[in-house]
């Protein structure tokens, strides 16, 4: 779990870092893309366009090489972060639930 924890913070400061520049140097594409705020102001439908946005890499065609860089960070790390999750559910539910309900 630890791993998942860490994985997901690199991918929020990543996206934090790449949603400020797109929303300094790209305001039409910032509003395109749902206006993604910080941890906690975020509804699941903004979450969903901008995860959706990396997933997809519209981000690659942009000009800036630190949005590309940062893109390519947070994608990967958003993916890793999903197939972590997927593993976990799929091989190691049993080890969640025996762990609430002791034998």
């Known amino acids: 779990m630890g791993l998942a924890l860490l994985i997901g913070v690199i991918y ?4 934090n870092l790449m ?5 300094e140097n790209y305001p ?10 910080q941890i906690g102001n975020l509804s699941i439908k ?3 366009r901008f995860f ?9 065609s ?4 630190r949005i590309r860089l940062l ?10 972060n999903f197939l972590l ?12 639930r025996s762990s609430t309900n002791p034998r």
């Open 19 to 23: 949603t400020k520049e797109i929303r």
């Open 52 to 60: 959706t946005f990396l997933l997809t890499r519209k981000y690659a």
């Open 85 to 96: 999750l997927a593993c976990l559910v799929l091989f190691h539910f049993d080890d969640f």
């Open 12 to 15: 929020q400061i990543t996206g």
């Open 71 to 80: 893109g390519d960070i947070a994608w990967l790390y958003g993916v890793a």
């Open 28 to 37: 039409d594409l910032y509003k395109e893309i749902g206006r993604p705020a």
């Open 46 to 48: 903004q979450e969903w």
């Open 62 to 65: 942009i000009e800036s090489r």
